[in-house]
T-cell receptor, first 115, second 116 residues
């Protein structure tokens, strides 16, 4: 089946530093990848949609300069949280949609803690 | 704009009881997909089912069953004879079929606690 990986699974960083999270589709090509954020005991909120080779589309209220998304290939998208602050601490989940269907395959998530 | 409402925030049952999770959605599109996902404590989302708007047949998969009622914009999920391993947060989600994106809108989730 379709597998999506995320790296790292957990990261702790200091306030003011930047953190990069990778999302890879392991056995299929993903023309579209999505990034979600989930705060404790809350639902998933879509942050942005990225299409391979083009700029990401950000949801309202998401700072594009803070959350940099790059979708450089059909199997890799990265989310960089720049100048992280404690309020950026969250569970970040990516998903990938293949070119054949409407189903999204989710990665295992990355738990970011900013101290 | 699309919206998904899961009115039950938490349900607690004793093992072997049945539990039904409600999901009500809003969309202006005539073509859309509905999903259910399970999120165990590990955090990874587990896909359970996808249903398109033209298929109102109910579905059963083992102890899981789904009731899609387009007339009431509901897509309810029932776990029969619940087990402790069913304890998780369950999300209902909606995806409109558009030229690009097909992004998912999630409901708030229902936390199910199955006690032994």
């Amino acid at each position: 089946g379709a597998v999506v990986s995320q790296h790292p699974s957990r990261v702790i960083c200091k306030s003011g530093t930047s953190v990069k999270i990778e999302c890879r589709s392991l056995d299929f090509q993903a023309t579209t990848m999505f990034w979600y954020r989930q705060f404790p005991k809350q639902s998933l909120m879509l942050m942005a949609t990225s299409n391979e080779g083009s700029k990401a589309t950000y949801e309202q209220g998401v700072e594009k300069d803070k959350f940099l998304i790059n979708h450089a290939s059909l199997t890799l998208s990265t989310l960089t949280v720049t100048s992280a602050h404690p309020e950026d601490s969250s569970f970040y989940i990516c998903s990938a949609r293949d070119i054949t269907g409407y189903e999204q395959y989710f990665g295992p998530g990355t738990r970011l803690t900013v101290t | 704009a699309q919206k998904v409402t899961q009115a039950q925030t938490e349900i607690s049952v004793v093992e072997k009881e049945d539990v039904t999770l409600d999901c009500v959605y809003e969309t202006r599109d005539t073509t859309y997909y509905l999903f259910w996902y399970k999120q165990p404590p590990s955090g990874e989302l587990v896909f359970l089912i996808r249903r398109n708007s033209f298929d109102e047949q109910n579905e059963i998969s083992g102890r899981y069953s789904w009731n899609f009622q387009k007339s009431t914009s509901s897509f309810n999920f029932t776990i029969t004879a619940s087990q402790v391993v069913d304890s998780a947060v369950y999300f209902c989600a909606l995806s409109e079929v558009k030229a690009a994106g097909n992004k998912l809108t999630f409901g708030g989730g229902t936390r199910v606690l199955v006690k032994p």
